[in-house]
């Protein structure tokens, strides 16, 4: 069994930085691919980011430039920076592991970004 457990949530001005992290337990993390999604109020969950077990990484058009995702499999965790943050980017983020037809989520953590 798989699990992922996210990090790094709050609230941050706009403009500013945040890192989210995300634990996964169970064993070949290394086969996975991780992704983050994001889900606001009244809208549907939609891919941020996306690193294939190789390293292959992936961005929606409207964080390219602004947000980095990264893994270490050694340490079964990935990671997503976010910088020059946006109103717009408010919303809960979710983890994501995928491998074949089986794919696992984590339960999301807050990103507020508001003055």
């Known amino acids: 069994q798989v699990q992922l457990v996210e990090s790094g949530g709050g609230l941050v001005q706009p403009g500013g930085s945040l890192r989210l992290s995300c634990a996964v337990s169970?064993?070949?993390?290394?086969?996975?691919?991780m992704g983050w999604y994001r889900q606001a109020p009244g809208k549907q969950r939609e891919m941020v980011t996306f690193i294939t077990s190789v390293g292959i990484t992936n961005y929606a058009d409207s964080v390219k430039g602004r947000f980095t995702i990264s893994r270490d499999n050694a340490k079964n965790t990935v990671t997503l920076e976010m910088n020059s943050l946006k109103p717009e980017d408010t919303a809960v983020y979710y983890c994501?592991?995928?491998?074949?037809?089986?794919?696992?989520w984590g339960q999301g953590t807050q990103v507020t970004v508001s003055s």
């Open positions: 994501y592991a995928g491998r074949l037809a089986v794919s696992y």
């Open positions: 169970g064993r070949r993390f290394s086969s996975y691919g």
